[in-house]
């Protein structure tokens, strides 16, 4: 699986950007993807997911601000990034899952062994 990440640049506090990651490869091998990030100094960090069967997950720090999607006609993934504070400036990651499983009538993905190559997203105040 090969994911690359563009859409990334500087933009001020309140603005938005839109991420996109091209996928290719076993797509169909993996449970999900999602977008992980990095600031400096800091741990990467888990931003969003949404699994194959449509299910997303939204870090505390950005939800009612960034949208995950995704189109599966061409395997390519979004972060619709809305809002954007100062915080939020790090390098973005996009991700693919390898391990999927069924737990409470609910799907999970797990083991997001694919990575990108990033992209930087700045935001100034």
């Known amino acids: 699986v090969q994911l690359v990440e563009s859409g990334g640049g500087s933009v001020q506090a309140g603005g938005s950007l839109k991420l996109s990651c091209a996928a290719s490869?076993?797509?169909?091998?993996?449970?999900?993807m999602g977008w992980y990030r990095q600031a400096p100094g800091k741990e990467r960090e888990l931003v969003s997911t949404i699994t194959r069967y449509g299910t997303t997950t939204y870090a505390d720090s950005v939800k009612g601000r960034f949208t995950i999607s995704q189109a599966n006609t061409n395997n390519a993934l979004y972060l619709q990034m809305n809002s954007l504070k100062t915080e939020d400036t790090a390098v973005y990651y996009c991700?693919?899952?390898?391990?999927?499983?069924?737990?409470?009538?609910?799907?999970?993905?797990?083991?997001?062994?694919?990575w990108g190559q990033g992209t930087q997203v700045t935001v100034s105040s």
């Open positions: 490869g076993s797509i169909s091998s993996t449970c999900g």
């Open positions: 991700a693919a899952g390898q391990i999927g499983y069924f737990s409470g009538g609910r799907y999970y993905c797990r083991e997001y062994g694919y």
